[in-house]
């Protein structure tokens, strides 16, 4: 990690369970997800409690709920409050031309590592900051260039960790879990959680249309042109699927 940035108290091959498994947590709730609950809350006994026991907790609660009111739960949640949004740079810039910028130094950030977004229309993919999409790069890619997104939108996760609790939001443990994995809070970053709190993020609307939607290859990585290659969906260490 970067001298200038906190080092993680989790070792390497913790970071990649406890970020793949919120990761998979977050995602839209289908049958597949559900299915792989077991082999999460398996995994999660891996980690120190502070992060393993909300992660077990949050499957639970996914487990003994009905799905078609996790999918309608999720609808709500995560695509009609603004607090709760999964897109990390939404919270620092709201829908203005910012944004844009901020969306392309994620982009930016996954090519150093030599991988590439797969543009296409019908990709059926996420925005590059989506929280899903950047714990993954994290997870299985570059930890410390993934370690270092996070920790620049730490005020965003800290409000989403508290829209969440508040609104007691089967996912709550999820980003509680992810939080636990950061170092605590600095004075600055407590400050700028307060601001972010009581102001929420920018409401100016003015449009992406200069970025493409990206979304991320989910099968096997093909190689592209200049040795990049797309960046697949990752499998937990040692635990087959």
């Keep these: 990690m970067s001298p200038r940035r906190p080092k993680p108290s989790l070792s390497a091959e913790q970071l990649t369970i406890a970020w793949q498994s919120v990761s998979l947590l977050l995602n839209y709730p289908v049958e597949h997800l559900i299915g792989q609950l077991p082999m999460i809350e398996a995994s999660s006994h891996r980690l120190p409690a502070v992060v393993g026991d909300p992660i077990r907790a949050c499957a639970a609660r996914l487990a003994t709920t009905p799905l078609t009111q996790l999918q309608e739960d999720y609808v709500e949640t995560f695509d009609n409050r603004r607090r709760c949004n999964l897109f990390l740079t939404y919270f620092a810039h709201g829908d203005t031309r910012k944004r844009g910028m901020a969306l392309l130094r994620f982009k930016q950030t ?8 797969d543009d296409s229309a019908d990709s059926g993919g996420e925005l590059p900051d989506h929280l899903c999409v950047v714990l993954e790069y994290a997870g299985t890619v570059d930890q410390r260039l993934g370690w270092g997104l996070m920790l620049d939108h730490r005020a965003g996760l800290e409000l989403l960790r508290l829209a969440l609790r508040d609104g007691g939001s089967v996912w709550s443990p999820a980003v509680e879990a992810l939080c636990a994995t950061f170092p605590p809070l600095r004075g600055d970053e407590r400050d700028a959680v307060r601001r972010l709190a009581a102001e929420g993020p920018p409401e100016e609307e003015v449009g992406l249309s200069p970025y ?4 991320f290859d989910t099968g096997p990585a093909r190689p592209e042109p200049g040795g990049s290659t797309p960046l697949s969906m990752p499998a937990f260490p040692g635990v087959r699927t």
């Design 110 to 117: 996954y090519l150093r590592s030599g991988y590439v977004l």
């Design 212 to 215: 493409a939607i990206p979304g």
